[in-house]
Nanobody, 126 residues
Framework: VQLQASGGGLVQAGGSLTLSCAASGFLLDDYVIGWFRQAPGKERKGVSCMSSRGEDTYYIDSVKGRFTISRDNAKNTIYLQMNGLKLEDTAVYYC????????????????????WGQGTQVTVSS
């Protein structure tokens, strides 16, 4: 079971990045997907999640309208489209999943998540 995150990098404020997270060893179909981030000197926190069937999404207030979570079960991959990036979005971003076939999703507690990617660095410059 593995999640491989990619797509991070250095971008100017106002720019865009798309993070990808490819799953292997299992199928994403019955899993809630989530993205977390950890800024320097801060705790890791949830950013967004999507229910296993894709009906429900959640975003923290600071990224609403700028970030979009999505999934492509055929490719067994999840995405986080980030637009209008701000300096405060600088962090290591992690993808994660937990098994659930019901509605809804949560990003807290993070211990709900069973499998984690290795993280990808996003740095936003002025």
């Amino acid at each position: 079971v593995q999640l491989q995150a990619s797509g991070g990098g250095l971008v100017q404020a106002g720019g865009s990045l798309t993070l990808s997270c490819a799953a292997s060893g299992f199928l994403l179909d019955d899993y809630v997907i989530g993205w977390f981030r950890q800024a320097p000197g801060k705790e890791r926190k949830g950013v967004s999640c999507m229910s296993s069937r894709g009906e429900d999404t959640y975003y923290i207030d600071s990224v609403k309208g700028r970030f979009t979570i999505s999934r492509d079960n055929a490719k067994n991959t999840i995405y986080l489209q980030m637009n209008g990036l701000k300096l405060e979005d600088t962090a290591v971003y992690y993808c994660a999943v937990y098994s659930s076939v019901g509605r809804g999703c949560v990003v807290s507690p993070s211990s709900e998540y069973q499998h984690w990617g290795q993280g990808t660095q996003v740095t936003v410059s002025s």
